[in-house]
T-cell receptor
Framework: DTGVSQDPRHKITKRGQNVTFRCDPISEHNRLYWYRQTLGQGPEFLTYFQNEAQLEKSRLLSDRFSAERPKGSFSTLEIQRTEQGDSAMYLC????????????FGPGTRLTVT | AQSVTQPDIHITVSEGASLELRCNYS??????LFWYVQSPGQGLQLLLK??????LVQGIKGFEAEFKRSQSSFNLRKPSVHWSDAAEYFCAVGARNDYKLSFGAGTTVTVRA
């Protein structure tokens, strides 16, 4: 079990640029979550996948954000036309199928928009 | 919708002393409750969880938490703190008919020698 991995760990970009983050969940975990964490706050839910289906999106996920999980394995989160307010830690978590509600988190991607 | 309050933003404790972190939740039914720990620049590590049954749950690193339905609380405790326990601690609640977790704002723990 290698845990949830995220790439890159850090990203610095200029305002207006597009960025894409990747998350690889624990193998055979069919549920995948994205959260955003700003300084001094707890993680806030962004979106949820069960297999390849995106089942829920938070109102925090504006039109500039899009997430995919094309084959029910890894997931990508893209932010278009980044703004300074997008600066945050983006966390991915996965959960196994069945009735276990435990979510296992990756190390996160720290985004800084200058 | 469920929500979580962690009343203490920052706690300082001496090494070897006991630690208690408070967590209050709001949810209409029996929730799923979690405590996570986050070291600087890192992701979240699950310390312990409560789903049902015994209201006193044991976790990793010597932590325990007690679910008190009457007080809507799930406080985290450790009898003797080590310097490596310095971190940020998050309480989270999940609903049985929902997918996501709702987190509190966190409590930062500083351990002094």
């Amino acid at each position: 079990d290698t845990g949830v991995s995220q790439d890159p760990r850090h990203k610095i970009t200029k305002r207006g640029q597009n960025v894409t983050f990747r998350c690889d969940p624990i193998s055979e975990h069919n549920r995948l979550y994205w959260y955003r964490q700003t300084l001094g706050q707890g993680p806030e839910f962004l979106t949820y996948f069960q297999n390849e289906a995106q089942l829920e999106k938070s109102r925090l996920l504006s039109d500039r954000f899009s997430a995919e999980r094309p084959k029910g394995s890894f997931s990508t989160l893209e932010i278009q036309r980044t703004e300074q307010g997008d600066s945050a830690m983006y966390l991915c978590a996965s959960r196994e199928r069945g009735n276990s509600y435990e979510q296992y988190f990756g190390p996160g991607t720290r985004l800084t928009v200058t | 919708a469920q929500s979580v309050t962690q009343p203490d933003i920052h706690i300082t404790v001496s090494e070897g002393a006991s630690l208690e972190l408070r967590c209050n939740y709001s949810y209409g039914a029996t929730p799923y409750l979690f405590w996570y720990v986050q070291s600087p620049g890192q992701g979240l590590q699950l310390l312990l969880k409560y789903f049902s049954g015994d209201t006193l749950v044991q976790g990793i690193k010597g932590f325990e938490a007690e679910f008190k339905r009457s007080q809507s609380s799930f406080n985290l405790r450790k009898p003797s703190v080590h310097w490596s326990d310095a971190a940020e601690y998050f309480c989270a609640v999940g609903a049985r008919n929902d997918y996501k977790l709702s987190f509190g704002a966190g409590t930062t723990v500083t351990v002094r020698a």
